[in-house]
């Protein structure tokens, strides 16, 4: 850690020359510059400011603080174009109008349709540059990002089955986020700080750390950040090199394997490296990393896990990009056995490779696409003997895999822009829990949502149907509805989140399996909907509702248990209200 620290610093003592200064505050909205994120195209669509472009030309010389004359009035920043960035909302994430005559785009980067597939933007959605925050003061400090987020969720849920008791919960999650990061002026060295500030109210039940994870660094790395390092594509852009070192919190691909996971109210961190050839906007791009987890510990300050290594490595070829990117990849984890650890899994030594790959794209104006399929080997060994009964130094071998699909079309030719898609999700069980193969698949540390709005379902054990219907009644008005269906691979397996089985603060009492079969595996069905709405381009809310009908699975999981588990019918009801405001 203390080598991070000393990163943080440096990062910090690269600002101190800064002189105070009056300044004056320009009244305009502040936006988000788009080129660094999202390419020209989308750029061109937005309708981009004369400063956006002379930020761009600024990217070409890395080491010179470009000066304006002193009567050159600071251009207003864009509004932005964005609603609410929970990235489950991706699909209508374009500005509501678009450019009769947007020259050709010089971005290879196109975006999925698919639902909460995009990964959030590196640095994250809610940062600016200081020259972009409209004060005239700062308005060629374009080396300097800096960002703060505050957001409030209330929750009313009535009979959650993720707990034995039943009744209503209704808690209040806050999160304070706080990024600083350097660039371009002392390159190649650029570092980064994010703080996050995670706390939860009113709720009946223990803290986990989903919920709970005061004042702790959820980002501390340097980096090495070479513009040019492979040259020019074919289409003039720079090719970069950039190596990573330190805490690091950030996503790829769709998101099902390596997520900040923003609906939590507790951010993904990892430690390690991370090595990236190419950009998002060129042709071709290769992800390397090797990293451990960090623990969220809620009364002290966040460690790594020393007992798990996470590797991979990511390709992504866009040059058809407006058909199809293609994205081949392997991801792996290596796991000495934990006596401390909380779960049986964490007790295991473990390995696993998953080689996989992703495709996305358009069929013309017909319909979008979304499409993974990964396979998943490997071994696990009960090496200390802390299991119990049979397993007690059992040896598996892992075979699983799983597999997702989405297509959907956008209306565009309507005003409220009605979107229609439909998903199917698989993910294999154990099928036979007294053999030597463990068939469940593992999600690694990807997002729960949207799987399951309540939480109760994950890339695990898992058959899942989905309708989605989605409009658009003006740009800062959005409707959305949908409807889930939920089977198990596995009838012999868990249901992941459900009866205390993923609470880190208690042990699981392991009510959430039938190794016999018995239960069934119609889960149940969810129906979800929701409203959002952007107050201002700085404040965003959504108000969400849920309703989960339990199927056989889950009804005969209560009845199997009635001195442990409150005696109800399995149906949900889950209603929330959020409010997340940006400083910037």
Do not use: C
């Amino acid at each position: 850690m203390r080598k991070y620290w000393q990163i943080a610093l440096v990062s910090a003592i690269g600002i101190l020359p800064i002189a105070p200064i009056q300044a004056n505050v320009n009244n305009g909205q502040s936006g988000k510059e788009q080129s660094a994120r999202q390419g020209v195209q989308q750029l061109a669509q937005a309708g981009t400011s004369a400063k956006s472009n002379n930020r761009a030309e600024s990217e070409g010389n890395s080491y010179k603080w470009s000066i304006k004359t002193p009567d050159q009035p600071i251009a207003p920043p864009n509004p932005n174009q964005y609603l609410y960035l929970d990235r489950e909302y991706d699909w209508w994430e374009q500005p509501g109008t678009k450019s009769a005559a947007a020259p050709k785009p010089v971005s290879y980067h196109r975006r999925s349709n698919g639902y909460a597939t995009n990964p959030d933007s590196d640095p994250p959605r809610y940062v600016r540059q200081l020259s972009e925050i409209g004060i005239e003061a700062f308005k060629n400090v374009d080396w300097l990002d800096i960002g703060l987020e505050h957001r409030t969720r209330y929750e009313m849920r009535h009979n959650d089955i993720r707990h034995v008791e039943g009744g209503y919960d209704n808690p209040f999650f806050l999160r304070h986020r706080a990024y600083l990061g350097i660039k371009r002026i002392i390159d190649p060295i650029r570092g980064a700080v994010e703080f996050q500030d995670s706390r939860v109210y009113n709720h009946k039940f223990p803290s986990t750390d989903q919920e709970n994870n005061p004042y702790d660094l959820i980002q501390g790395y340097g980096e090495l950040y070479f513009k040019n390092a492979l040259g020019q594509d074919d289409r003039g852009q720079d090719t970069p090199a950039r190596l990573r070192v330190g805490r690091m919190a950030y996503e790829v691909t769709d998101r099902r394997f390596i997520a900040r996971n923003e609906w939590r109210n507790t951010t993904n961190s990892f430690e390690g490296f991370r090595l990236n050839l190419g950009k998002q906007d060129n042709p071709w791009e290769l992800d390397l990393f090797g990293l451990q987890p960090v623990k969220r510990l809620q009364t002290e300050f966040d460690r790594r896990n020393d007992h798990l290594w996470f590797y991979g490595a990511i390709g992504t070829w866009r040059k058809w990009s407006d058909i199809v990117s293609i994205q081949p990849y392997y991801m792996g984890q290596t796991q000495a056995a934990d006596a401390n650890g909380r779960t049986d899994t964490s007790k295991l030594e473990r390995e696993i490779h998953m080689p996989g790959f992703r495709v996305y794209g358009k069929v013309g104006d017909w319909f979008d696409y979304d499409a993974s399929f990964n396979y998943q080997l490997g071994y696990q060994y009960d090496t200390l003997g802390a299991l119990s009964g049979t397993n007690r130094f059992k040896h598996e071998k892992i075979d699983a895999h799983g597999y997702t699909i989405e297509a959907g079309r956008t209306f565009n030719s309507y005003a409220w822009k009605p979107r229609v898609s439909a998903f199917y999700g698989y993910a294999s069980g154990d099928k036979d829990p007294n053999d030597n193969v463990n068939n469940r698949f593992d999600r690694f540390f990807g997002f729960a949502r949207p799987w399951s709005a309540d939480h109760y379902v994950i890339y695990e054990n898992v058959k899942s149907p989905k309708i989605r219907f989605d409009l658009q009644p003006t740009q800062k008005f959005g409707i959305e509805a949908g409807y889930s269906w939920f089977w198990l691979a596995s009838n012999k397996d868990r249901l992941f989140d459900t009866f205390d089985g993923n609470i880190s603060v208690v042990n699981d009492p392991k009510l959430n399996r039938n190794k016999a079969g018995t239960w069934g595996d119609y889960a149940g069905g969810a129906f979800e909907g929701r409203l959002r709405y952007q107050l201002t381009p700085k404040v965003n809310t959504v108000l969400g509702y849920t309703h989960f009908t339990s199927g056989n699975f889950v009804q005969n999981a209560i009845g199997a248990a009635p001195t442990h588990i409150a005696q109800r019918s399995g149906n949900t009801d889950f209603l929330y209200f959020e409010v997340l405001i940006s400083a910037f």
